[in-house]
């Protein structure tokens, strides 16, 4: 199956943040991975951002 690609908005909306939000993260270092497609688009892998998710998701406040 492809994986879908998806623009900073869409992206944005999955994960329920501002664009801002991830526009900073790629400046500061890219903690949500993300797909450059020639010099200027910018696209999320909707499987990363599930595993980004995935990845966030703790069950105590005393594992951070």
Same mark, same amino acid.
């Not at 949500?32 to 909707?46: C, D, L, N």
């Given at each position: 199956? /492809?994986?879908?690609?998806?623009?900073?908005? /869409?992206?944005?909306?999955?994960?329920?943040?501002? =664009?801002?939000?991830?526009?900073? &993260?790629?400046? #500061? $270092?890219?903690?949500?991975?993300?797909?450059? =497609? $020639?010099?200027?688009?910018?696209?999320?892998?909707? #499987? &990363?951002?599930?595993?980004?998710?995935? #990845?966030?998701?703790?069950?105590?406040? #005393? /594992?951070?």
């Amino acid at each position: 199956m /492809q994986d879908l690609l998806l623009t900073t908005k /869409q992206a944005a909306k999955v994960l329920s943040v501002s =664009i801002a939000f991830l526009e900073r &993260d790629r400046w #500061s $270092g890219a903690r949500v991975p993300f797909v450059k =497609i $020639g010099s200027r688009a910018v696209r999320y892998r909707y #499987s &990363d951002l599930l595993a980004y998710i995935e #990845s966030c998701t703790h069950h105590s406040t #005393s /594992q951070y």
